[in-house]
T-cell receptor, first 112, second 117 residues
């Protein structure tokens, strides 16, 4: 069964800290790994990673995928209170039922 | 451009009842997916529709069903509600058919919060 595990489940930091969120997976066949930010209701898209080793960056956020070791990380530097949210990792599976398989998320709280 | 809209936003039902949730995709989007989000299981895929046809289905019992209309609007129905069906139901729309590897073009709606008493 396809499985996505995120760690830690929750994290509390101070503004300005750097955080690393982890996503490991046991998925045999997938097209891409995606990261989302969920603040209240609707998850919003952050990154899509398809190739191993290529870092994606957007401002203070960056992400990388390691297909050999079966994990991805999401880094946030110089955190702000507006970064407080649940961060979700998902794999776009292929073969059989094609779907997004999500991890349970990491709840990040950034205190001023 | 208006985003994905879901109605109703909140709903309270009792065990044994049935419920219908509605999702209007972004204009021009023809693919609609449904997800269930609970604290215990996280976000889980229910089903995906494109051009009025169910293209993919998750591991949920037959009490969960859906359909898509010719204008791409979608509904999902849950019959014989159980306490465990209490969840946030999210809908997402995309302009591309399933299997294109372009999930980054999928946008989520705000969800319907269903409470089963």
């Amino acid at each position: 069964e396809d499985k996505v595990v995120q760690s830690p489940l929750s994290l509390v930091v101070h503004e300005g800290d750097t955080v690393t969120l982890n996503c490991s997976y046991e998925v045999t066949n997938f097209r891409s790994l995606l990261w989302y930010k969920q603040e209240k209701k609707a998850p919003t898209f952050l990154f899509m990673l398809t190739s191993s080793g290529i870092e994606k960056k957007s401002g203070r956020l960056s992400s990388i995928l390691d297909k050999k070791e079966l994990f991805s990380i999401l880094n946030i530097t110089a955190t702000q209170t507006g970064d407080s949210a649940v961060y979700l990792c998902a794999l776009d599976t292929q073969g059989g039922s094609e779907k997004l398989v999500f991890g349970k998320g990491t709840k990040l709280t950034v205190n001023p | 451009k208006a985003g994905v809209t879901q109605t109703p936003r909140y709903l309270i039902k009792t065990r044994g009842q049935q419920v219908t949730l509605s999702c209007s995709p972004i204009s021009g989007h023809r693919s609609v997916s449904w997800y269930q989000q609970t604290p215990g299981q996280g976000l889980q895929f229910l089903f995906e529709y494109f051009s009025e046809t169910q293209r993919n289905k998750g591991n949920f019992p037959g009490r969960f069903s859906g359909r898509q209309f010719s204008n791409s609007r979608s509904e999902m129905n849950v019959s014989t509600l159980e306490l465990g069906d209490s969840a946030l139901y999210l809908c997402a729309s995309s302009p591309t058919p399933p299997g294109q590897g372009r999930r980054n073009e999928q946008f989520f709606g705000p969800g319907t919060r269903l409470t089963v008493l």
